[in-house]
């Protein structure tokens, strides 16, 4: 069974990592968006900017949509598909397909960064 778990920068600028929550309760408020630690209790107000979901654990590393790979490779999110799908960060080129994780576990070795705290690494800009 695949977990879904959720990572974004909390307002202090920390990475939290949990569930998910929208509260339309809050509507444009500062805690409209959240991030629940199940672990600590915690709930977290969050930059929804810089949410990103789990996309695959790999010899327990965790790889998160907008995560660069050792071959500067970012995980993004494609609508026009719905799937989370490879892209050449300096390029912003898709690399034409769906993540098949079965296929290309090759690919995921090392997470180096990613498009947040390593805009440097992203030619066409953090998106």
């Known amino acids: 069974m695949r977990s879904i778990k959720y990572r974004a920068k909390a ?44 996309v695959a654990i790999r010899n327990g590393i965790e790889f998160y949509e907008h995560d660069i790979l050792e071959d500067f490779l970012s995980i993004r999110w494609n609508d026009d598909v719905a799937s989370f799908e490879f892209y050449w960060t300096y390029s912003g080129e898709n690399t034409d397909g769906d993540i098949n994780w079965y296929e290309n576990e090759d690919i995921l070795k090392e997470v180096v960064g990613n498009i947040f705290d390593n805009p440097e690494m992203v030619e066409y800009g953090v998106s």
């Not at 929550?21 to 810089?50: A, P, V, Y």
């Open 11 to 54: 307002m202090s600028g920390e990475w939290v990592y949990g569930n998910f929550i929208h509260s339309k309760r809050f509507k444009g408020c500062s805690n409209e968006f959240r991030i629940h630690n199940q672990e600590t209790g915690l709930e977290s107000d969050i930059l929804i900017d810089t949410l990103c979901q789990l």
